[in-house]
């Protein structure tokens, strides 16, 4: 059954064109159902795995305490794969009809108000090379609201800072062109001139951002240094490496920008995605509303 899912996964990747994140996802997802099947269910082929099977395997997630969140992805996984084994004539018969996917709460984003975003972008005003570079990056992604994963994949190619945009590479291989800003492109000419050579080091490579060993900063790594400035800042807020990402959204929205230019820089596919900002906007207000108006 591992080498059905080293298949789909072949599939997802070549005819779908799904990210690497999706990618490791269904990796790890349907690894993690192929294995309680065998050893819970004593199901070891394809053919033999039904929908009993797999709703005892979600029970099973649900006394994990997983959240409706992860069952809901988990389910997602587990339906591709299925329809897949289906037609490719791997199995004769999709198990996965008539399994309901739980509805998850809508979680409105956190957001950072415009002063504590400034707080934030106040904690790197060094000269150092690693200040540089977290000033750079967060400049960057407050700028244009691309994802980290988006932002630790950026090529020196892919930044024109005399013309002010960066072009994206987004989910499904789609690629975008953002505005960058004036303070924006200024903070990546300081990082570019003053401190990516000495942190790249004998390193040789053209992804923007990089560690202090001169490596690609990854995800991980960027998520360690957001978690530092934050602390640094004294943000007591919840923080997600998607932070900045939906402060821009929603200071963009705040501020009278057109629902569907938002759209098109966040790379959205569905602009229902995106309205989720128009509700936090309106929270917002409310709170502005309550905690200033002398009859709220």
């Given at each position: 059954m591992l080498e059905h899912i080293e298949e789909f996964i072949h599939y997802s990747m070549v005819?779908?064109?799904?990210?690497?994140?999706?990618?490791?996802?269904?990796?790890?997802?349907l690894k993690q159902y192929i294995k309680y099947m065998k050893e819970v269910e004593q199901m070891n082929a394809i053919e033999f795995i039904d929908r009993n099977g797999i709703l005892n395997y979600l029970y099973f997630l649900k006394d994990k305490g997983r959240a409706d969140t992860t069952i809901a992805r988990t389910i997602a996984s587990i339906r591709s794969f299925h329809q897949f084994?289906?037609?490719?004539?791997?199995?004769?018969?999709?198990?996965?009809v008539h399994i309901e996917t739980p509805k998850a709460q809508k979680r409105l984003p956190k957001v950072l108000?415009?002063?504590?975003?400034?707080?934030?972008?106040?904690?790197?005003?060094?000269?150092?090379e690693l200040d540089l570079r977290n000033q750079a990056m967060l400049e960057v992604l407050y700028a244009t609201g691309i994802r980290v994963s988006?932002?630790?994949?950026?090529?020196?190619?892919?930044?024109?800072?005399?013309?002010?945009?960066?072009?994206?590479?987004?989910?499904?291989?789609?690629?975008?062109?953002?505005?960058?800003?004036?303070?924006?492109s200024e903070a990546f000419e300081k990082?570019?001139?003053?401190?990516?050579?000495?942190?790249?080091?004998?390193?040789?490579?053209?992804?923007?951002?990089?560690?202090?060993?001169?490596?690609?900063?990854?995800?991980q790594g960027f998520w360690k240094v957001l978690k530092g400035l934050a602390q640094k800042a004294n943000i007591k807020k919840e923080l997600t490496p998607h932070t900045l990402r939906h402060s821009f959204a929603?200071?963009?929205?705040?501020?009278g920008a057109d629902l569907r230019a938002v759209q098109e820089m966040l790379g959205h596919a569905d602009i229902s995605?995106?309205?989720?900002?128009?509700?936090?906007?309106?929270?917002?207000?409310?709170?502005?509303?309550a905690q200033y108006h002398p009859r709220a």
């Open positions: 005819e779908r064109g799904l990210s690497n994140n999706t990618i490791e996802s269904y990796r790890r997802d084994c289906l037609r490719e004539k791997i199995s004769d018969k999709d198990p996965t108000s415009t002063h504590e975003v400034e707080a934030l972008l106040d904690t790197s005003n060094g000269n150092s988006e932002l630790c994949q950026l090529e020196l190619q892919d930044v024109h800072i005399t013309m002010g945009f960066v072009r994206c590479i987004g989910k499904g291989n789609k690629e975008r062109i953002i505005p960058l800003g004036s303070k924006a990082y570019l001139a003053n401190s990516r050579s000495k942190l790249l080091k004998k390193d040789n490579h053209q992804k923007v951002f990089v560690n202090h060993h001169g490596k690609p900063l990854t995800r929603t200071h963009l929205l705040e501020n995605t995106t309205q989720i900002y128009t509700h936090v906007t309106k929270t917002r207000l409310k709170d502005v509303y």
